[in-house]
């Protein structure tokens, strides 16, 4: 929002004032005594330095939703491995019982 406000701010003050707007890689920029000009330069600036960072939070959370999914997992795998061996010990001694109660 910030962002295309800013461009939107350069551009319609740039062309209302008869000039054209300097470009930096992408960034209209025109600087003239009028306050607006301060005013659309900074909103494409905030909008710019907004749309990086929520990149960034975006990236650092998707990896700690791996690790936490991956420490779930082990958690999950270990917990079955454990139900694997009681039912294996539990099964093991019903047989057994079984042999000595038919002897």
């Not at 000039?19 to 607006?36: E, R």
């Not at 939070?57 to 958690?75: I, P, V």
Request: net charge negative; proline share 4%.
């Amino acid at each position: 929002m910030f962002f295309v406000g800013g461009l939107l701010e350069t551009i319609i003050t740039a062309i209302l004032g008869g000039a054209n707007p300097d470009w930096f890689l992408m960034f209209p920029y025109h600087f003239t005594p009028n306050p607006d000009s301060l005013l659309g330069t900074s909103l494409t600036s905030v909008g710019t330095v907004l749309i990086f960072l929520g990149l960034a939070l975006a990236w650092h959370y998707a990896r700690e939703r791996s690790w936490y999914m991956k420490e779930l997992h082990r958690s999950h795998s270990v917990e079955e491995q454990k139900l694997r061996t009681e039912r294996k010990n539990e099964a093991e001694s019903r047989t057994a019982e079984a042999k000595e109660g038919g002897t």
